[in-house]
T-cell receptor, first 114, second 111 residues
C-alpha cells in the first residue's frame, strides 16, 4: 500500500532563516506531487505541483521554491523565511493526473516563524 | 467570488442529528467533486467522491447538481466522532487540471 511521509512534524524558525521540508512517497511510481499551505482557520492553498522528476509548476509567486530530485521525493525550500510563511504545510500525492484524481495527504509540517 | 464556497459554520449539533453541508462552485467546467474530512491539526482525508447520480456510504450521502453548480453532503444520525472540518473539493480541466479546496465547514457534535 502507498504511504506518504513528511518531516519534520513541527518546526519553529526565526525570520530570515532558511527552510527545507521533505516529503517522500512509498509504494507507487511516478506520482503527481503537491505542496499546499493551510493558514490558521483557512482553506488549502496550492503552492507547487510536480508531474515528474525535475518538473515543478508554481501556483503562487512567493519566496518559496520546490524541487523534485527523485521520483518519490518532493522538497519545499526557502532561503529566507517571512512571518507570513507560518502555517500548516501539507504534501499530497495523486496518480491519475486527470480531473478524477484523488489526492492523499501526508501528516503535514506545522511551521511557526517568529 | 471564490471558486469554491462553503457554509462558514461552525455547526453545533446534538448526537443523532442530521446535518447538511452545502458547497457551490463558480466554474461550470468543473468536472470532479469530492468531500474530504479534516480532524483538528491533522491532514485532510478523502471522505467520498461525489457522482452525478448521487451516492451514499452508510450515514453519508453526497449529491451533485450541475445545473445549480451545487454539491451537498448529508450526515445522518451524527456521532461524536463526526466532529471535524468538512472540505468541499472541485477539480476542473484547465488544459491540465486544477484542484480547488473550499475553506471547510467545522462540525461539532455534542453529547
Amino acid at each position: 500500500s502507498q504511504t506518504i511521509h513528511q518531516w519534520p512534524a513541527t518546526l519553529v524558525q526565526p525570520v530570515g532563516s532558511p527552510l527545507s521540508l521533505e516529503c517522500t512517497v512509498e509504494g507507487t511510481s511516478n506520482p503527481n506531487l503537491y505542496w499546499y499551505r493551510q493558514a490558521a482557520g483557512r482553506g488549502l492553498q496550492l503552492l507547487f505541483y510536480s508531474v515528474g522528476i525535475g518538473q515543478i509548476s508554481s501556483e503562487v509567486p512567493q519566496n518559496l521554491s520546490a524541487s523534485r530530485p527523485q521520483d518519490r521525493q518532493f522538497i519545499l525550500s526557502s532561503k529566507k523565511l517571512l512571518l507570513s510563511d507560518s502555517g500548516f504545510y501539507l504534501c499530497a500525492w495523486g496518480l491519475l493526473g486527470t480531473t478524477k484524481e484523488t489526492q492523499y495527504f501526508g501528516p503535514g509540517t506545522r511551521l511557526l516563524v517568529l | 467570488r471564490k471558486e469554491v464556497e462553503q457554509d462558514p459554520g461552525p455547526f453545533n449539533v446534538p448526537e443523532g442529528a442530521t446535518v447538511a453541508f452545502n458547497c457551490t462552485y463558480s466554474n461550470s467546467a468543473s468536472q470532479s467533486f469530492f468531500w474530504y474530512r479534516q480532524d483538528c491539526r491533522k491532514e485532510p482525508k478523502l471522505l467520498m467522491s461525489v457522482y452525478s447520480s448521487g451516492n451514499e456510504d452508510g450515514r453519508f450521502t453526497a449529491q451533485l447538481n450541475r445545473a445549480s453548480q451545487y454539491i451537498s453532503l448529508l450526515i445522518r444520525d451524527s456521532k461524536l466522532s463526526d466532529s471535524a472540518t468538512y472540505l468541499c473539493v472541485v477539480t476542473l480541466n484547465t488544459g491540465g487540471f486544477k484542484t480547488i479546496f473550499g475553506a471547510g465547514t467545522r462540525l461539532f457534535v455534542k453529547a
